[in-house]
């Protein structure tokens, strides 16, 4: 079975410190990894994606994230947060196969930027 | 260039009633998907359809709920009857038909039944 792992529940980040969310990941075959923002009382917005090629991923508002194969994770990442970036963050995996075409998410990792 | 468009926005409703979700996919989008968000389960896929056909209901709590996607530009979620322990915020998402295609939320439908 495909599954996604956000080991943390909260990141608390100074403003203008580089920030990481984690994103472990267990799939069979080739990986299709998403990460989505949400902020409050609005519905998922999509950052940025890993298909295949480049193992560094840009996506909006200044985000990257980096996939590795080895580690089987696709952590996100920011050099300097901002205020706004405060949201709830959520790594997925895409199924393919036996999982179909959907979407299968982590528990979600509230972020929180500190002026 | 408009988005998944959901209604209603906001839903407060009483124990036993029907609720109706609906949801217009982007076009040209041929996968189909609602979910559920909740503090406690985080979200779940209730179902996803393919080209109109649904593909994967497991997701579906129970037989109080049921899905439909009569053409490719429109979708309903149905809840009857309606329990407090359905109230949580319901997304419909859609996609082209493809590991690879990125899937669009709409801004959910905020349910509360009381």
Not at chain 1, 44 to 51: A, D, E, P, T
Not at chain 1, 104 to 113: K, P
Request: proline share 6%; charged share 15%; with cysteine.
């Amino acid at each position: 079975a495909q599954s996604v792992a956000q080991p943390e529940d909260q990141v608390n980040v100074a403003e203008g410190n580089p920030l990481t969310v984690k994103c472990t990941y267990s799939v069979s075959g080739n990986p299709y990894l998403f990460w989505y923002v949400q902020y409050p009382n609005r519905g998922l917005q999509f950052l940025l994606k890993y298909i295949t090629g480049d193992n560094l991923v840009k996506g909006s508002y200044g985000f990257e994230a980096e996939f590795n194969k080895s580690q089987t994770s696709f952590h996100l990442k920011k050099p300097s947060a901002l205020v706004s970036d405060s949201a709830l963050y959520f790594c997925a995996v895409r199924g393919i196969y036996n999982q179909g075409g959907k979407l299968i998410f982590g528990q979600g990792t509230e972020l929180s930027v500190k002026p | 260039d408009a988005g998944v468009i959901q209604s209603p926005r906001h839903e407060v409703t009483e124990m036993g009633q029907e609720v109706t979700l609906r949801c217009k996919p982007i076009s040209g989008h041929n996968s189909l998907f609602w979910y559920r968000q909740t503090m406690m389960r985080g979200l779940e896929l209730l179902i996803y359809f393919n080209n109109n056909v649904p593909i994967d209901d497991s997701g579906m709590p129970e037989d109080r709920f049921s899905a439909k996607m009569p053409n490719a530009s429109f979708s309903t979620l149905k809840i009857q009857p309606s329990e407090p322990r359905d109230s949580a915020v319901y997304f419909c998402a859609s996609s082209l038909n493809s590991a690879g295609n990125t899937i669009y939320f709409g801004e959910g439908s905020w349910l509360t039944v009381v």
